[in-house]
């Protein structure tokens, strides 16, 4: 399949380099001609590991070009990716789409054929809503598509990541998008990659949720660690013995009433029975009230709220 990579920052490069390896004719396309110069005579923008070597050895093999013109750059393409920066804004620090928008509408123009257009940079909520708006309103073929495809690669271990994905991600809006991606990945599909296909929106709203759910947890770790200096444990023994249980994977990444983070009905029953404490507003704990006893007699499934203050005094007065 003929593919077009707008531009050949980290994510452009790299995609278009592992694309041309599973055998697409890939031509990545940028405005800036000292790039591109330097890339037709082997040098790179960017340091990956292993990067050099595949983007010269696909170039050699003619799978892979590069070129500054757009229109000659997608002339017979089926699928047209978007990898431009979309930096923050001075002032705001909402994403800069202006790069983006603004190859859309040269796009628009270039393009003599209907094709799939994918956003493979990071952008907000609907941002494909307004692609699709700005290829019709500038005079895009009729029959074009726009899906979202986000990346997942780490820096250092990018060409990995790529061919060998935890996930891959298709929000798409009508079937055509749908069979040009999953053309586009079959040497991966048939590897058995997991391939996820999502509503546009879903797609592009993921990738805030993977960025989001990479911090949290970072940032519970390096909590986690804390705590542990300050009462003497180990907290590389406390990573492999809480993160990485089965217990925190996708069976918690469901949305239900919450369980104050235990394991199990008999804990949760326990978390709610003991200590008979519960948290008041002002953040001290007091014992629990008559109308606290009954409803803590229900069903162990309705009282999301007083496990998690029942899990707080546990806490509280196991440190004490």
Known sequence: ???????????????????ADFG????????????????????????EPGLDTLVN???KRGRLSFTTNLAEGVEGAEAVFLAVGTPSRRGDGHADLSFVYAAVKELAGALKAPAVVITKSTVPVGTGDEVERLLKEHGAPEGCSVASNPEFLREGAAIRDFKIPDRIIIGVEDERAETVLKEIYRPLFLNQAPILTTSRRTAELTKYAANGFLAMKISFIN??????????ADVQDLS?????????????????????????????WRCCTRPKMSASSSGSFRPWSRST???RKRWRGALPRRW????????????A
Not at 223 to 232: I, P
Not at 308 to 319: G, M, N, P
Request: charged share 20%; net charge positive; aromatic share 4%.
């Open 293 to 295: 006893t009954a409803a």
């Open 1 to 19: 399949m003929r593919i077009a990579m707008i531009g050949t920052g980290y994510v452009g490069l790299v995609s278009g380099a592992c694309f």
């Open 24 to 47: 697409h004719q890939v031509v990545c396309i940028d405005k800036d001609e000292k790039k591109i110069a330097g890339l037709k005579e082997g040098r790179l923008p960017i340091w």
């Open 223 to 232: 909590e986690m660690a804390d705590l542990c200096e300050a009462v003497g």
């Open 240 to 268: 492999r013995g809480s993160v990485s249980t089965i217990a925190s994977g996708r069976s918690s990444c469901i949305p239900a009433p919450a369980t104050a983070a235990v394991a199990s009905p008999r804990t949760r």
């Open 308 to 319: 998690a203050a029942a899990w707080r005094a546990s806490e509280s007065a196991c440190l």
């Open 57 to 59: 050895a696909n170039a």
